[in-house]
Structures are given as structure tokens and as C-alpha cells.
């Protein structure tokens, strides 16, 4: 009976990983083709890999939006993965009607261009693939305290039916939401998910989005390097790709580096702040830097920002310096002064929002 209730769950936590895969999809063609149907010029082909990428911090900004009002007000678990499945399948239809005809099209492109470049994509799933064996295999083992913290979150809130109430690890009922995650609400995410599947917590959290956390990872590698190599020498992409992911798999074994957590708390907001948006915030500053009036590549990078703090809070105050770092950019292109102040505007508007929970300003006071 365990054995077969243990492959129910495999089952449950491949399909969970296949819908949030398509979630972000959807939701980053979504915006792409709503940003590009007000160009009256030719139309460009989408980059599946950016719609993927955009639409993973577009998601978790969207749920964030969501649940944070009934968070606040103490709704419980069960109200609001009920209320989130509705929203959630009705947004879905939505998409899918309204960019039918072009998700059509570029489907059908998108098919041409796998095809085209067969060898790529089997070196890159394959690469991927053996990246998920080892964390599934290995990716347990922690120094921190932060995968306990987290695991525990998302079970409390389940075991208790109320999101953030409980302090994770003492089990004590809290009379303030904890300030520093109170705005990631990726493992609110994670608990309504476990509501609604029954699917373990420790699972949902430490494979389904693990798996999820490496792969958007991946792509982002690969989206690096076509920014980097231009159509010319796309050849260059899967070395580069190749390369990338071998000078990290060097440094693993070091606690102090990004690589550690990528493998070993993959599913942790630090490692998504660390390994996904840096990443993500580089190429859409590279992709501006050719194209710098690019609107859909400037909101992107606005949104990415914003679904970020549903992550992780470091964002607010390594960002900028990050920015700062691009000045270079423009003294060759002035226009990505305008870019960078605009990339500025999140970060100043969550340190605000910060500075005025410490001092007392805003309170999150659990009624």
C-alpha cells in the first residue's frame, strides 16, 4: 500500500510539474503577443525560451498579487486554494482563446525551429536531464537552516490551514506575519498547491520545484548565450551553454557560491534571486542594449523585478549596485540611462516599503 501510494505521488508531482511549466509559457506568450500587437511594424517570431523565463516571474507576481489581501486578512488555506483553482483555470481559458491564433502560428515555428536545430536541443535536454539526476539524487544536503525553515512553512500551513501564522520552527501561533518573507509568497504558492493535490509538502517544495528552478535556469543559460552570440555565430550558444554549466558544476561543493544552491536549495529564494533573476536581468539589459526603445523587453524587465520579490527581499538592495555596474552601457548608448533608472524603480519601491514596516509605519499585525 506505501509502495503504491509512493508512485501515486511521483505521478501527482510529474503532473504538477507539466502544468506549472505550461503556466509560465502561457502567461509569458501572453504578455508577449498583448506588448506586441500595438507595433504596427513587422511582426517578430517570439522566443519561446523568454516567454518561458518572463512568464515564471510573471506567474508568481500574479499569485502574489492574489493572495496576499486574503493572507493579510487571515482567510484560510482551503478558501483560498479553492478561490485560486477558480481564477487560475478562468485566466488559463482566457489566454488560451485570446492567443489562439497566434500561439498557433508560432507553434508551428517554433516545431520548424526545433527540428532545425535537433542536435542543440538533445545536448541541452540531455545536459538537464543529468543535472536533475544529480540534485534528485544528492540535492538533500544542506549546511543552512533555510531549507528547514522553508519545508516547515509550507507544512504548517497546510497542517494548520492558515498561511504564515505559525512560526515555522518553534511551532509558537505568531502575532505579526515575519516581516523579511512576508512578500514571498512562493511558499504560499507551494502550500495551496499541497491543498489542493494532497501531495506532500516536502515534495511539492524540494522536487516538483527544484525540477522547475534548474530548468528555468537552463533556458536562461542558453538565452545568455544567444544574446551573446548573434544569429551569426550561433554556434557558439551550446558551447557556451556547455561551458557555463561545467565551471559551475566545478564550484558546487562551495557553500559561499551561487552553484552550491543551485544543486543543493535549488527551491530557495536566495538561489532563484541568485541563479534565475540576476541571470534574467542581465539579458534583458544586453537585449536592450541593441534594441533600447524595446518596450516589451523594458516591461519584462519591470515585471521580473516585481515577481522577484515574491522570492526573495535581497533584490531591493543588490539590484541597484548590479545597475550601477551598467553605467559603462552608456556612454556608448544614452538611451540605456533611461533603462537602468527604470530597472531602479521596483527595488526603491520595496526599500520603501520596507524602511516603513521597520519603522512601524505599516504593520502586520495577524487579526
Same mark, same amino acid.
Given at each position: 500500500?506505501?509502495?503504491?501510494?509512493?508512485?501515486?505521488?511521483?505521478?501527482?508531482?510529474?503532473?504538477?510539474?507539466?502544468?506549472?511549466?505550461?503556466?509560465? *509559457?502561457?502567461?509569458?506568450?501572453?504578455?508577449?503577443?498583448?506588448?506586441?500587437?500595438?507595433?504596427?511594424?513587422?511582426?517578430?517570431?517570439?522566443?519561446?525560451?523568454?516567454?518561458? !523565463?518572463?512568464?515564471?516571474?510573471?506567474?508568481?507576481?500574479?499569485?502574489?498579487? *492574489? !493572495?496576499?489581501?486574503?493572507?493579510?486578512?487571515?482567510?484560510?488555506?482551503?478558501?483560498?486554494?479553492?478561490?485560486?483553482?477558480?481564477?487560475?483555470?478562468?485566466?488559463? %481559458?482566457?489566454?488560451?482563446?485570446?492567443?489562439?491564433?497566434?500561439?498557433?502560428?508560432?507553434?508551428?515555428?517554433?516545431?520548424?525551429?526545433?527540428?532545425?536545430?535537433?542536435?542543440?536541443?538533445?545536448?541541452?535536454?540531455?545536459? &538537464?536531464?543529468?543535472? /536533475?539526476?544529480?540534485?534528485? /539524487?544528492?540535492?538533500?544536503? @544542506?549546511?543552512?537552516?533555510?531549507?528547514?525553515?522553508?519545508?516547515?512553512?509550507?507544512?504548517?500551513?497546510?497542517?494548520?490551514?492558515?498561511?504564515?501564522?505559525?512560526?515555522?520552527?518553534?511551532?509558537?501561533?505568531?502575532? $505579526?506575519?515575519?516581516?523579511?518573507?512576508?512578500?514571498?509568497?512562493?511558499?504560499?504558492?507551494?502550500?495551496?498547491?499541497?491543498?489542493?493535490?494532497?501531495?506532500?509538502?516536502?515534495?511539492?517544495?524540494?522536487?516538483?520545484?527544484?525540477?522547475?528552478?534548474?530548468?528555468?535556469?537552463?533556458?536562461?543559460?542558453?538565452? %545568455?548565450?544567444?544574446?551573446?552570440?548573434?544569429?551569426?555565430?550561433?554556434?557558439?550558444?551550446?558551447?557556451?551553454?556547455? /561551458?557555463?554549466?561545467?565551471?559551475?558544476?566545478?564550484?558546487?561543493?562551495?557553500?559561499?557560491?551561487?552553484?552550491?544552491?543551485?544543486?543543493?536549495?535549488?527551491?530557495?529564494?536566495?538561489?532563484?534571486?541568485?541563479?534565475?533573476?540576476?541571470?534574467?536581468?542581465?539579458?534583458?539589459?544586453?537585449?536592450?542594449?541593441?534594441?533600447?526603445?524595446?518596450?516589451?523587453?523594458?516591461?519584462?524587465?519591470?515585471?521580473? %523585478? %516585481?515577481?522577484?520579490? @515574491?522570492?526573495?527581499?535581497? @533584490?531591493?538592495?543588490?539590484?541597484?549596485?548590479?545597475?550601477?555596474?551598467?553605467?559603462?552601457?552608456?556612454? $556608448?548608448?544614452?538611451?540605456?540611462?533611461?533603462?537602468?533608472?527604470?530597472?531602479?524603480?521596483?527595488?526603491?519601491?520595496?526599500?520603501? $516599503?520596507?524602511?516603513?514596516?521597520?519603522?512601524?509605519?505599516? &504593520?502586520? @499585525?495577524?487579526?
Amino acid at each position: 500500500m506505501i509502495y503504491i501510494q509512493g508512485w501515486l505521488e511521483v505521478i501527482v508531482a510529474f503532473g504538477i510539474l507539466i502544468i506549472y511549466l505550461m503556466n509560465y *509559457f502561457l502567461f509569458g506568450f501572453a504578455f508577449a503577443t498583448k506588448k506586441k500587437k500595438k507595433k504596427k511594424k513587422k511582426k517578430e517570431k517570439k522566443n519561446f525560451g523568454f516567454c518561458m !523565463v518572463s512568464g515564471f516571474f510573471i506567474y508568481s507576481l500574479v499569485f502574489g498579487i *492574489f !493572495v496576499l489581501p486574503l493572507k493579510t486578512n487571515v482567510i484560510s488555506l482551503n478558501i483560498i486554494s479553492e478561490i485560486w483553482s477558480i481564477v487560475w483555470l478562468l485566466t488559463i %481559458l482566457l489566454i488560451i482563446i485570446c492567443c489562439w491564433k497566434e500561439l498557433k502560428k508560432h507553434l508551428k515555428f517554433w516545431k520548424q525551429q526545433f527540428v532545425e536545430n535537433k542536435i542543440v536541443i538533445i545536448i541541452f535536454s540531455g545536459i &538537464t536531464v543529468i543535472q /536533475l539526476i544529480f540534485e534528485e /539524487l544528492y540535492g538533500r544536503y @544542506t549546511n543552512g537552516s533555510g531549507a528547514a525553515w522553508f519545508n516547515a512553512y509550507v507544512s504548517a500551513a497546510v497542517f494548520d490551514n492558515y498561511l504564515g501564522i505559525t512560526h515555522p520552527v518553534s511551532g509558537e501561533k505568531m502575532k $505579526y506575519f515575519y516581516e523579511a518573507y512576508f512578500l514571498q509568497t512562493y511558499n504560499d504558492h507551494s502550500a495551496v498547491i499541497s491543498k489542493l493535490t494532497k501531495l506532500s509538502p516536502l515534495i511539492e517544495t524540494r522536487t516538483v520545484m527544484s525540477t522547475v528552478v534548474i530548468i528555468i535556469g537552463n533556458l536562461l543559460i542558453y538565452e %545568455l548565450a544567444k544574446s551573446l552570440f548573434k544569429e551569426s555565430k550561433k554556434q557558439y550558444r551550446i558551447v557556451f551553454f556547455i /561551458l557555463y554549466i561545467a565551471v559551475m558544476g566545478i564550484f558546487v561543493p562551495c557553500v559561499y557560491l551561487p552553484s552550491y544552491y543551485y544543486y543543493f536549495r535549488a527551491f530557495e529564494g536566495k538561489n532563484i534571486f541568485g541563479m534565475l533573476l540576476i541571470p534574467f536581468v542581465v539579458v534583458c539589459l544586453l537585449k536592450l542594449y541593441d534594441k533600447p526603445n524595446n518596450g516589451y523587453v523594458q516591461k519584462s524587465l519591470v515585471l521580473g %523585478l %516585481l515577481g522577484s520579490y @515574491t522570492f526573495c527581499m535581497s @533584490t531591493m538592495y543588490i539590484l541597484p549596485f548590479i545597475f550601477l555596474s551598467y553605467i559603462p552601457m552608456v556612454f $556608448y548608448n544614452k538611451k540605456m540611462f533611461k533603462n537602468l533608472c527604470v530597472g531602479l524603480i521596483p527595488c526603491i519601491a520595496v526599500m520603501g $516599503y520596507y524602511m516603513l514596516i521597520r519603522q512601524g509605519v505599516i &504593520t502586520l @499585525t495577524i487579526r
